[in-house]
Structures are given as C-alpha cells and as structure tokens.
C-alpha cells in the first residue's frame, strides 16, 4: 500500500534562513512524488514533482526537492526563506500503476517570521 | 482562462440529508478528481472521472457516488450525511496525457450538524 510520512507539523524558520520540510513514502515499485502547497482558504497549488530523472528537483517559487531512494525521502527545500512561504505544505505520491490515486501526507505548517 | 470552479463554496446539512457538490474543471481539462479534507488532514482521494466514467475509487462507502457530463464538468453526490463527512471536499482536474499535474479548485466547505 502506499503511504505518506511528514514528521513535523510545524516547522518554524527565520526569513532568510534556509527551510526544510520532510516527506517519507512508502510506495511499490518506482514513485512518483509532488509537493502541493495549501494557502488559507485556498486549494492546493502544485510546486513540484519528480517521476524519474536527476534527485534534485526544481519548482515553483524558488523551492525544490531532493529525492533519495535509499532513504525513501523527497525533502523539500529553499535556500532562503520568504515571510511569503508561510503556508500548509503536502507531500504526496502515488505509485506506477496508479495513475489516478494520489497518497497526500497529512501536512506540515510553516511557519516563516520576520 | 479560468482555472477549476466549485460550487458552492459554503453548505451546511444535517444528518441524514443529501448533497450535491458542482465543479467545472480548467479549459480543456477532460479528468477530474475528488478529494475529501477532513480539518488538519491532508486530502484523501475519493474518486476520478474520465470519459463520462469512474476510472478509479479510492476507501469511501457507496453513498459517495458522482457523475461527469460531456462537457468534463462533474458532481459529488453524498447521500445519509454523517457527522464525519463533515471536510472540504476539492476538486482537481488534469489531462488524461498528463495526470500528474492537477489543478484543484478552491473548495467546497461542508458542514453536517
């Protein structure tokens, strides 16, 4: 079956400093994983995505992604952190041969101060 | 261009009630996708449509039934409202040719008293 992991429900970061938000995954076969971001009142708004290809993922906003199949991780991250950033971050995957279910971690709020 | 509509975007039911939920997905997007997100939870998959079809369920009782129309647009239809249903239900379409890029619509908040 597969599952999501994010550790942190909040993580807390300083502006300028860099963030990091965990994700974990559980998935047979190879994954495919994103990370979604949830603003208030909003939907969800896609960042990124890695299917196969170079570890590193770049997306939106300035973040990215590490994938690291050893470690089952795909941590997201940004070199400097925004008071913008602040928002619910997700980690989803889904797996080959399911095209149609997306697994969505339970989040992680983050929180940015000045 | 627009991107994914819902409707509405607050309702409030009792127990036991139907509801029907509308979304209308990007322009030329023909899939969509239902979510379910109960407060502090990340979204749980309920279902997928494409060509007028459901293609794939995910762990939600047959009172969750839904429906596309040949102009991509889709409901949500959940009967014997329990208390739990109570979540902000998303909608999310795609292209068949690139499912992994979903746009989801803003939302529609439902409360069960």
């Known amino acids: 079956a597969q599952s999501v992991a994010q550790p942190e429900d909040q993580v807390n970061v300083a502006e300028g400093n860099p963030l990091t938000v965990k994700c974990t995954y559980s998935?047979?076969?190879?994954?495919?994983l994103f990370w979604y971001v949830q603003y208030p009142n909003r939907g969800l708004q896609f960042l990124l995505k890695y299917i196969t290809g170079d570890n590193l993922v770049k997306g939106s906003y300035g973040f990215e992604a590490e994938f690291n199949k050893s470690q089952t991780s795909f941590h997201l991250k940004k070199p400097s952190a925004l008071v913008s950033d602040s928002a619910l971050y997700f980690c989803a995957v889904r797996s080959y041969s399911s095209a149609s279910k997306i697994i969505f971690g339970s989040g992680t709020r983050l929180s940015i101060r000045p | 261009d627009a991107g994914v509509t819902q409707s509405p975007t607050h309702l409030i039911k009792t127990r036991g009630q139907q509801v029907t939920l509308r979304c209308s997905p990007k322009s030329g997007h023909d899939t969509v996708s239902w979510y379910q997100q109960a407060l502090g939870q990340g979204p749980q998959f309920i279902f997928q449509?494409?060509?007028?079809?459901?293609?794939q369920r995910g762990n939600f009782p047959d009172r969750f039934s839904g429906h596309q129309f040949p102009n991509y647009s889709s409901e949500l239809n959940v009967n014997a409202l329990l208390l739990g249903d109570s979540a902000l239900y998303l909608c999310?379409?795609?292209?068949?040719?690139?499912?992994?890029?979903?746009?989801f619509g803003p939302g529609t908040r439902l409360t069960v008293l």
């Open positions: 998935v047979s076969g190879n994954p495919y």
């Open positions: 999310a379409s795609s292209l068949s040719g690139t499912p992994d890029t979903q746009y």
């Open positions: 449509y494409y060509e007028e079809e459901e293609r």
